[in-house]
C-alpha cells in the first residue's frame, strides 16, 4: 500500500493531454441505465471510500459522479470493530472497520440531505445483523429521495449477519427475496469473493429478485506484524483491496455477467480510466472507485474524463458499443 497511497499514478490521461479532443469527434454517450435509474456516466464510489459525498466536497465536483454510492447504514447505530481498523498490504489495504454508522436516521438528515443538493444519482448502502434489520431499513427507505439500494449481505469483517448471508446461496435467496418485498427502489445485491463459485451466488441473488448485482467485495486476509508479534488489525482478519485485486474482480465480473441477465456494477481494484474501461469490456454496466480516492481524491473525475477521452479517441458513441465484446 505505501507504493500505492504514495503516488498519484502515472498513466496517461487522454483527455489531460490532448490525445482526445471533442472538436470534429462527433457527440459521445456516457450515460449507463441501471434498472430504470439513469446516470449521467457509468462511474461511482465503492461504498466506504467516500464517505456520502460531503467529506469530499471540498475536492470532488460530486455532481459529476453518475452517482454516489453511500458509506454503510444501519437501522440503529453501529460502533464498529476495535482499533486498529487499518493495516497496509502490497498494491492497497485492508480494512477491518466493522460498518461503523450513526443509524439511519441520522443519516438521512446528513447524509442523503446534502446528497439530494447535487446533480448525481444516490445509492444507499443497507447494512444489518439479521433479515429483521436488513428489511427495517429499506422499509424506512421507502419513501426517501434515494433511486438505488445497495444490500450489503457481504461484508467480510462483521462478525455476524452480512457474512453469513453472502456465502450461503439459499441464505443470499432468501434475504434477497425478504428485502425486495419491502424495497420500493430497485434492489443491487453486493456479492462476496469469497466463495467457491461466484456465479452460483449471483444465480440465487437473481432467484431472489435483485434487479442488479455488485462485485466484488473485499477478499478476506490477515496480515501479521512480525516486530509487534501481534495482527495487524484488531479484528485479526480484514477486507483486502486495492490494485493488487484487479484481476480478479475482472474475472468475476466477466464471469457473473454471462451468468444472469442484470445490470451488474463492477468493482475491485480500479484506479485508472483504463482499469474502468476495462470491467467495462468485460461486461459491467457501471464501475466503483474505491480504495483510489484514499490515495487521490480526484481519482474519479479522473476516470471520467479518461472514458470520454477514450470514446473519441476510438470512435465509441456509446458504452453499449463495447460491453460483452470479450
Not at 64 to 81: H, I, Q, S, Y
Not at 205 to 225: E, F, Q, R, W
Not at 278 to 292: K, L, P, Q
Request: aromatic letters at 6%; one cysteine or more; glycine letters at 10%.
Amino acid at each position: 500500500m505505501a507504493d500505492f497511497l504514495g503516488k498519484t499514478g502515472n498513466r496517461t490521461d487522454p483527455m489531460l493531454t490532448g490525445a482526445a479532443s471533442p472538436e470534429g469527434r462527433g457527440a459521445i454517450d456516457t450515460s449507463v441505465n441501471i434498472c430504470g435509474v439513469f446516470m449521467k456516466n457509468p462511474v461511482t464510489v465503492a461504498s466506504g471510500t467516500f464517505g456520502s459525498g460531503l467529506e469530499y466536497d471540498e475536492f470532488v465536483d460530486v455532481s459529476r459522479l453518475g452517482a454516489v454510492t453511500t458509506k454503510g447504514v444501519a437501522l440503529t447505530p453501529w460502533e464498529g470493530n476495535p482499533t486498529p481498523r487499518i493495516a497496509e498490504t502490497y498494491g492497497g489495504m485492508m480494512n477491518a472497520v466493522g460498518l461503523q454508522n450513526p443509524g439511519i436516521e441520522e443519516f438521512l438528515k446528513t447524509d442523503v440531505e446534502f446528497l439530494k443538493k447535487k446533480d448525481t444519482k444516490i445509492i444507499v448502502n443497507v447494512c444489518g445483523h439479521s433479515e429483521e434489520e436488513y428489511a427495517g431499513a429499506v422499509e424506512r427507505l421507502q419513501d426517501e429521495a434515494v433511486d438505488l439500494l445497495e444490500i450489503n449481505v457481504s461484508c467480510p469483517n462483521v462478525k455476524e449477519g452480512g457474512i453469513a448471508f453472502g456465502q450461503d446461496p439459499k441464505a443470499l435467496e432468501h434475504i434477497t427475496s425478504e428485502v425486495k418485498k419491502k424495497a420500493k427502489q430497485p434492489i443491487i445485491m453486493k456479492l462476496s469473493p469469497n466463495v467457491t463459485d461466484i456465479t452460483e451466488m449471483a444465480r440465487a441473488a437473481v432467484s431472489g429478485g435483485a434487479d442488479a448485482l455488485s462485485l466484488i467485495n473485499t477478499l478476506t486476509g490477515m496480515k501479521i506484524d512480525i516486530r509487534k508479534r501481534a495482527f495487524a488489525v484488531a479484528n485479526r482478519t480484514g477486507g483486502v483491496s486495492g490494485p493488487a485485486i484487479k484481476p480478479i474482480a475482472v474475472r468475476m465480473v466477466y464471469q457473473v455477467c454471462h451468468a444472469v441477465d442484470v445490470p451488474v456494477i463492477g468493482m475491485g481494484g480500479i484506479a485508472t480510466w483504463e482499469d474502468a474501461i476495462e470491467f467495462i469490456m468485460a461486461g459491467a454496466t457501471a464501475v466503483s472507485v474505491g480504495t483510489a480516492n484514499f490515495r487521490d481524491p480526484f481519482t474519479t473525475e479522473k476516470v471520467i474524463r479518461g472514458i470520454e477521452g477514450f470514446m473519441l479517441e476510438q470512435g465509441i458513441h456509446s458504452l453499449d458499443e463495447i460491453r460483452k465484446c470479450m
